[in-house]
């Protein structure tokens, strides 16, 4: 083994007391950072993926404009074979239409503003969560059958139960009066109350029907099998569609902005106090090589006179403190992973957090995930900052005059 490796690891050990001190703060706030990256990335995947299949999906043919503006005659035409046709194409079921429109519903007692969506029923629980929200009643089923499917909320302002009619008063796609009479076939429950009191969902064919629509709709909802193709599915979509048509492919990144601000404003508090615990214990590691430094100084001005380099010195000191962030840094991650390990099985929760996670649709106990990244991350930045620490004990040596140091005490 070369010989300033010995060195330094014999050094290290001179004060095991010191040192070990120092690995705890090091393996401590490693640990602290592998669980609370793990969580944080764990409920920001559980947050996505729960807020769009909700309701969004992971991308949404639309055409150009829709988004932004909501209006009736911004249309995809013959969208249920479009449908079909990108069922094909794409090799996924997880494909449905939809169609939309703001409307009055009105029952015997009472009258609300809310939004009307077509969907089919066969292909919508693919894509959706909210047919398997059945609180009451059962989902919709044929697609031309006058049915309605309504939230808890809405059904309790209504005053309306399963089996009972609700009108629904609008404007076609062509401008005219469009009306309908609906049976309540099922309620359902998702514990956003925004969503339980404005949306309802008819079948997609009666939905065409009653407000003019000749065979056309607004969004095709598309879910892929994991987060990390929606980018590869988007340019396989555009590749698909017609284009003269003006249709456009939007990812939940467009669909949700708020979603992905509100994630960006987490992710930037959380690392300002990751960052404050790594330079605590960047701050430890320089208070314990600087200390380290002084302690040798008469050592050093012997050596040096024996015609060692600054230098060479200096590449100790780093060396030293290398090893002791190399074991922190393992020992942390090994540690920190079973941690994690073990709360991915049991769950987390936070007491006093279940209305804040019932917003965004989360279950009240959360379920971190043990990936590399997540492991390695705040390990690596801890070690970084480590070795930056001892930058300074390092080159202080460089201004160190062997006699001077010979004479200290």
């Known amino acids: 083994m070369n010989v300033t ?3 330094a690891w014999r050094n290290l050990w001179r004060h095991p007391r010191r040192t070990w001190l120092t690995l705890g703060a090091m393996v401590f706030s490693n640990v602290l950072l592998v669980f609370m990256i793990s969580l944080q990335f764990g409920m920001y995947r559980l947050m996505i993926e729960n ?3 909700t309701f969004t999906g992971h991308l949404q043919v639309q055409a150009e404009g829709y988004n932004d503006n909501k209006k009736m005659r911004q249309i995809v035409p013959d969208i249920q074979a479009l449908s079909t046709r990108l069922r094909e194409k794409l090799t996924l079921n997880t494909v449905s239409p939809r169609a939309m429109a703001f409307v009055l519903a009105s029952s015997k007692d009472r009258t609300y503003g809310i939004q009307v969506l077509g969907v089919d029923p066969e292909h919508e629980p693919l894509v959706s969560s909210i047919p398997g929200l059945v609180e009451d009643g059962r989902y919709l089923q044929a697609s031309d059958t006058a049915e309605v499917f309504i939230g808890r909320v809405l059904a309790r302002n209504l ?7 609700l009108t629904l008063l609008g404007s076609g796609r062509d401008g005219s009066l469009a009306a309908a009479v609906v049976v309540v076939a099922g309620i359902f429950e998702s514990g956003v109350t925004d ?13 065409q029907d009653t407000f003019f629509m000749r065979g056309a709709g607004h969004q095709i909802v598309i879910t892929t099998p994991d987060l990390s193709l929606v980018n590869k599915t988007v340019a396989a979509v ?7 048509e003006g249709l456009v492919t939007l990812d939940w990144n467009v669909l949700q902005p708020g979603l992905k ?19 605590l214990v960047a701050f430890s590691v320089l208070n314990t090589q600087l200390m380290s430094v002084l302690e040798r100084t008469h050592e050093f001005g012997i050596v040096m006179a024996l015609g060692i ?18 074991i922190g ?6 540690l920190g992973g079973l941690v994690t390990l073990w709360f991915s099985y049991n769950g987390f929760s936070y007491p006093g957090m279940e209305d804040m996670a019932a917003n965004f649709n989360l279950p009240s106990r959360f379920y971190p995930q043990v990936t590399v990244l997540a492991m390695f991350l705040g390990p690596l930045v801890v070690f970084l900052f480590t070795v930056l620490s001892a930058l300074y004990p390092a080159l202080r040596l460089n201004w160190l005059h062997p006699v001077a140091a010979m004479r200290a005490a």
């Open 195 to 207: 969503l339980d009191r404005s949306i309802a969902e008819i079948p997609l064919t009666f939905f």
């Open 309 to 326: 380099s600054p230098g060479h010195l200096g590449r100790l000191v780093m060396l030293e403190t290398a090893m002791m962030g190399t």
């Open 329 to 334: 840094l393992f020992a942390g991650a090994f």
């Open 51 to 53: 807020t769009l299949l």
């Open 159 to 165: 005053r309306i139960n399963v089996g009972d009619e």
């Open 261 to 279: 601000q509100a994630i960006q404003a987490d992710i930037s508090s959380a690392f300002f106090m990751y960052g404050v615990l790594v330079v």
């Open 238 to 244: 555009d590749s698909i569609l017609p284009k003269d």
């Open 5 to 7: 490796v010995l060195l």
